[in-house]
């Protein structure tokens, strides 16, 4: 499990170095964010 959970990390850093070349970071932190709260609240109500 810990080479996917550091799979999912570089990914991710890489997106978020993508996403600056191409000018669109304020719209990937907002999808961050909202898929963090959605995340939060589906543990609420099935957790």
């Given amino acids: 499990m810990k080479f996917k ?7 991710r850093i890489s997106n978020d ?3 600056i ?3 669109k970071v304020t719209r ?4 961050r964010a909202a ?4 995340g ?8």
């Avoid at 959970?5 to 990914?11: P, Q, R």
């Avoid at 939060?40 to 957790?47: Q, Y």
């Fill in 21 to 23: 070349k191409r000018g």
């Fill in 5 to 11: 959970s550091t799979l999912y990390k570089v990914l």
């Fill in 17 to 19: 170095i993508n996403a």
């Fill in 35 to 38: 898929g963090k709260a959605t």
């Fill in 28 to 31: 990937r932190i907002g999808r």
């Fill in 40 to 47: 939060k609240l589906f543990r609420k109500i099935f957790g």
